[in-house]
């Protein structure tokens, strides 16, 4: 089936250090996928997004790269600060074109 | 400035009562988008709609209807029949489908069964 899943359901990271959240994805015909941040009582913010057609997109200090061979997706948040420490989640645009979730990622940022 | 407002942010209901759920967006925004979130969980679809008066199930929609009468509003019914309704709630709207771009979430209400 379906289905979108995270390596480790929780980081924790030093203030100033690059952290990176990994995520896997099954469905081999997937061709968008989403990052969104979500804070402690709030909804999820997006923060990037990339097309199968690219293995690599940057923002502002975030990147996410995709490997489409191994289904695997990541986000790389470079000089974390205390902002960052939420629930980071993936989404993938699924066969029957509906985004479907992950489980999500707790960033924990250490001062 | 232009968003999603949901309301109530905290709801408490009696066993065997309906509510409601209030999502309206001013982004002028087409499709519109119910998220069930559990504890550790990701989120799951309710129900969505691409267009006004039209609206379709999404993983999750047992126990759950909702009426897309004008283009801003996208209310939300939890109804008896949903066995376990505390979660957290979260609406969304994108310019048109999913493959168009980033959802736009709200604050999420969160309903809680006495």
């Known amino acids: 089936g379906e289905s979108v899943g995270l390596h480790l359901p929780t980081l924790s990271v030093q203030e100033g250090d690059n952290s990176i959240i990994n995520c896997a994805y099954s469905?081999?015909?997937?061709?968008?996928f989403i990052w969104y941040k979500q804070e402690s009582g709030k909804g999820p913010q997006f923060i990037i997004d990339?097309?199968?057609?690219?293995d690599k997109r940057q923002g502002q200090r975030v990147t996410v790269l995709l490997n489409k061979t191994v289904k695997h997706l990541s986000l790389q948040i470079a000089a974390t600060q205390p902002g960052d420490s939420a629930v980071y989640f993936c989404a993938e645009l699924g066969g029957a074109q509906k985004l479907v979730f992950g489980q999500g990622t707790r960033l924990t940022i250490n001062p | 400035d232009g968003g999603i407002t949901q309301s109530p942010k905290y709801l408490f209901r009696k066993e065997g009562q309906n509510v409601t759920l209030s999502c309206e967006q001013n982004l002028n925004h087409d499709a519109m988008y119910w998220y069930r979130q559990d504890p550790g969980q990701g989120l799951r679809l309710i129900y969505y709609s691409q267009i006004v008066n039209d609206f379709q199930k999404g993983d999750i929609a047992e126990g759950y209807s909702v009426s897309r009468e004008k283009k801003e509003s996208f209310p939300l019914t939890v109804t008896s029949a949903q066995k376990n309704p505390t979660a957290f709630y979260l609406c969304a709207s994108s310019r048109r489908g999913f493959n168009t771009g980033e959802l736009f979430f709200g604050e999420g209400s969160r309903l809680t069964v006495l």
């Open positions: 469905n081999s015909a997937s061709d968008y």
């Open positions: 990339i097309r199968s057609n690219m």
